[in-house]
């Protein structure tokens, strides 16, 4: 018997003919190309793809309300995506670690969100999205 396919956007809980939002951090255009790609695919929806810390900060302190979910970088460009998963925590907003670090690694790093490895499969993203979104409470 075959594992049954990840869930995708479509067959999660929401209102009809919306998607997930996401938020994709990600500095590396290939592998954030890739993602959005994955994402749409699945039937999400990416609201934002800054490729810096200081633009996540300010698209999370001023469209907060857009975001369901959010995929983010462990390491934009040299900074620790620390302050954005602070602020994602604060918000309430479900997030998944995306690293090219082992697991344990980003666990010594002190961080505690679900997290999937680079390289990873479009199955494999959709699955751990799927399962943090499934997750999330929906709004009234």
Same mark, same amino acid.
């Given at each position: 018997?075959?594992?049954?396919?990840?869930?995708?956007?479509? =067959? +999660?809980?929401? *209102?009809?003919?919306?998607?997930?939002?996401?938020?994709?951090?990600? %500095?590396?255009? !290939? /592998?954030?190309? @890739?993602?959005?790609?994955?994402?749409?695919?699945?039937?999400?929806?990416?609201?934002?793809?800054?490729? =810096? +810390?200081?633009? *996540?900060?300010?698209?999370?302190?001023?469209?907060?309300?857009?975001? %369901?979910?959010? !995929? /983010?970088?462990? @390491?934009?460009?040299?900074?620790?995506?620390?302050?954005?998963?602070?602020?994602?925590?604060?918000?309430?907003?479900?997030?998944?670690?995306?690293?090219?670090?082992?697991?344990?690694?980003?666990?010594?790093?002190?961080?505690?969100?679900?997290?999937?490895?680079?390289?990873?499969?479009?199955?494999?993203?959709?699955?751990?999205?799927?399962?943090?979104?499934?997750?999330?409470?929906?709004?009234?």
């Amino acid at each position: 018997m075959t594992d049954p396919a990840p869930a995708s956007a479509r =067959d +999660l809980a929401k *209102a009809p003919g919306s998607a997930w939002r996401v938020l994709v951090v990600e %500095d590396d255009v !290939l /592998i954030r190309t @890739d993602i959005e790609g994955t994402l749409d695919d699945g039937g999400f929806a990416v609201v934002g793809a800054p490729t =810096d +810390l200081k633009s *996540a900060m300010t698209f999370v302190e001023t469209r907060s309300r857009l975001i %369901d979910c959010a !995929l /983010i970088d462990v @390491d934009l460009g040299g900074h620790s995506c620390r302050p954005l998963v602070a602020a994602m925590e604060k918000l309430r907003i479900p997030y998944l670690l995306v690293t090219a670090h082992s697991e344990d690694t980003v666990r010594d790093m002190g961080y505690t969100g679900p997290v999937v490895e680079k390289p990873f499969t479009a199955r494999e993203l959709s699955a751990c999205l799927s399962n943090l979104v499934s997750r999330k409470p929906q709004e009234a």
